[in-house]
Nanobody
Framework: QVQLVESGGGLVQAGGSLRLSCAAS????????MGWFRQVPGKEREFVGV????????FYADSVKGRFTISRDNAKNTVYLQMNSLKPEDTAVYYC????????????????WGQGTQVTVSS
């Protein structure tokens, strides 16, 4: 089993940057592809991006492509989401999640979830 804890959220002005971290407990972290999702009240959880087990492959939603970057450090059991050129529409609670299947982009396909961290982008 994997337990996930996100951190790094906060308030930032449009055009700014934030880096989110997701720390995992347990030895199984390096056997999971790791995704990031976000959610605003009243809407479904939205796929942001995913990184493969080795970190060599990444895939992003069109809405964040070119602005967000996912990386991971398996030695530290941590996955990161670097967010640049932030826009007010990026405001959401951001979640990291684990799955076994790099191509998975829907929330129901993920097995483990963190509690989320709030990102607010002011205009």
């Amino acid at each position: 089993q994997v337990q996930l804890v996100e951190s790094g959220g906060g308030l930032v002005q449009a055009g700014g940057s934030l880096r989110l971290s997701c720390a995992a407990s347990g030895r199984a972290f390096s056997t999971y592809d790791m995704g990031w999702f976000r959610q605003v009240p009243g809407k479904e959880r939205e796929f942001v991006g995913v990184i493969s087990i080795s970190g060599s492959l990444t895939f992003y939603a069109d809405s964040v492509k070119g602005r967000f970057t996912i990386s991971r450090d398996n030695a530290k059991n941590t996955v990161y989401l670097q967010m640049n050129s932030l826009k007010p529409e990026d405001t959401a609670v951001y979640y990291c999640a684990g799955t076994r299947g790099y191509s998975r982009i829907t929330a129901r396909e993920y097995d483990y979830w963190g509690q989320g961290t709030q990102v607010t982008v002011s205009s």
